[in-house]
């Protein structure tokens, strides 16, 4: 059963750290496009980041910024290290995988959803 279980998520405070890991199982995760995403509030789901099969990685505008994707593949994790966290980061992280990624990387239509871990930012 392919499954996706996000974790790491908590309350820090403005200029904090937090990694979120998500666990894949009964795939490989190295095979797999693995992406992060978040959902504020009463808003849209919005793409951070997505690592390839192939290991590189794309960001909205092609900038890392404060997150980092990375994947450990002994461990078959998928990673997202966020720095100088701020409010307007408080949100609901979601981790995605998809074999082919016939779309765009940003789009919410990968094949394969966790359930989400939470992050609240505050001031």
């Known amino acids: 059963q392919v499954q996706v279980v996000e974790y790491g998520g908590g309350s820090v405070q403005t200029r904090g750290s937090l990694r979120l890991s998500c666990v894949a199982s009964?795939?490989?995760?190295?095979?797999?496009?693995m992406s992060w995403f978040r959902q504020p509030p009463g808003q849209e789901r919005e793409w951070i980041s997505t690592v390839r099969p192939d290991r590189t990685t794309a960001y909205p505008g092609g900038e890392k910024g404060r997150f980092t994707i990375s994947r450990d593949d002994d461990e078959n994790t998928l990673y997202l290290q966020m720095d100088n966290l701020k409010p307007e980061d408080t949100a609901m992280y979601y981790c995605a995988a998809d074999p082919q990624a016939l779309f765009q990387l940003s789009q919410p239509l990968y094949r394969y959803w966790g359930q989400g871990t939470q992050v609240t930012v505050s001031s």
């Open positions: 009964g795939f490989t995760a190295r095979a797999y496009y």
